[in-house]
């Protein structure tokens, strides 16, 4: 019975935070999702449902899947919007529009127009790719 209220508890939160308007919300559901996980499996193995068993694994990848996505991948946005990366680059350089402003204000005293050009896709790119 136990297993049961754990298997509703845990389920139906996880779906019920998947439909959420707030993306700082719906990161909670593969929390709930993959907490709910060892109940499925407990209650597949005491039933001999090994089909259910079988589908318990894929959920588990699943819900893993979020847990990394929302929660420990370095690319993960935080609240400000930007990955780890493109907040480390940020506080190098600024953003991608700021260093634009700053390479076209050293051209033409330091820079020709196809290095700044050039320096300015790479850091673009260097800020996507983070």
Not at 52 to 80: E, H, Q
Not at 87 to 114: C, Q, T
Request: glycine share 8%; hydrophobic share 50%; proline share 3%.
């Amino acid at each position: 019975m136990i297993i049961q209220l754990a298997i509703a508890a845990t389920g139906v939160t996880a779906i019920w935070l998947t439909q959420s308007k707030s993306e700082r919300v719906r990161r909670y559901a593969c929390l709930f999702g993959i907490a709910g996980q060892p109940f499925w499996f407990a209650s597949a193995i005491a039933a001999e449902q090994w089909g259910i068993f079988a589908l318990c694994c894929f959920y588990t990848w699943a819900w893993s899947r979020g847990v990394w996505n929302n929660w420990l991948s370095p690319r993960r946005k935080g609240a400000d919007g930007l990955t780890a990366g493109q907040r480390r680059l940020k506080v190098a350089h600024g953003d991608p529009e700021e260093f634009a402003n700053a390479v076209w204000r050293a051209y033409p005293s330091f820079i020709g127009a196809d290095e700044a050009s050039a320096a300015i896709f790479k850091y673009r790119t260097e800020w996507e790719a983070a």
